[in-house]
């Protein structure tokens, strides 16, 4: 006998949270996404991803085959490799890319803001401006609650809101999140001719 598949609620509407709607809308799961921002273009902080070929085959499997070949016409260089180095230029690390001639199998520098557009693209199943409050089971379901007091229900609820946010600390209150004792900063700067003057020669 086969059993008809559940509708979920996806709260979260980021990356993970929209590649797994794709993902379920190419396998005909119904699916809802809530996000708390009020619009696709809320957050448009940070530069770019660089999304490794484990990344790039997740992203090739989840999206329809127009969405994946724009990902890849709209990726940026991403380099020979990613070197991670400490305040003082000290290498910590440096992995080479991937140099494949498929696709899938090489690394990709993509937009923050191009990549959730993408996502975004044909799933006519998000809403923004919902804030989640809290779950609870109603039945046989999961009835889930917005604090503009609104509601809505499903078979599954998964929880694409982050570590630190409430769906993880409704389901598990007493976990704790370890930090891994240290943090990277990030940024772009152009490459000028006065700024290759001081800019040491390993970051140029």
């Not at 910590?92 to 991937?98: H, I, T, V």
């Not at 494949?100 to 799933?123: E, F, I, K, N």
């Not at 389901?171 to 000028?192: C, D, H, M, Q, R």
């Amino acid at each position: 006998m086969q059993h008809a598949k559940p509708d979920v609620i996806i709260v979260g509407g980021g990356i993970g949270g929209l590649c797994l709607a794709q993902a379920l809308k190419q396998s005909g799961v119904p699916c809802r996404v809530y996000e708390r921002d009020e619009s696709s273009d809320a957050r448009l902080q940070g530069y770019r991803l660089n999304v490794e070929p484990f990344g790039a085959r997740a992203l090739h499997d989840c999206l329809p085959a127009p969405l994946w070949e724009l990902l890849v016409e709209t990726s940026g260089d991403p380099g020979p490799g990613m070197g991670v180095y400490t305040q003082r230029l000290r290498p910590l690390m440096y992995e080479p890319g991937p140099d494949h001639p498929d696709p899938v199998d090489r690394a990709h520098a993509v937009s923050r803001a191009t990549l959730r557009r993408l996502l975004l693209a044909g799933l006519g199943n998000v809403t923004f401006g919902q804030e989640f409050v809290r779950y609870q089971q109603d039945g046989d379901a999961i009835r889930v609650e917005f604090a503009d007091g609104s509601s809505d229900r499903a078979g599954l609820l998964v929880g694409a809101d982050g570590a630190g946010y409430r769906v993880r600390r409704q389901l598990l209150p007493n976990a704790e999140i370890v930090s891994p004792g240290g943090f990277g900063v990030g940024g772009k700067l152009y490459l000028t001719d006065a700024t290759r003057q001081w800019l040491p020669e390993i970051l140029q």
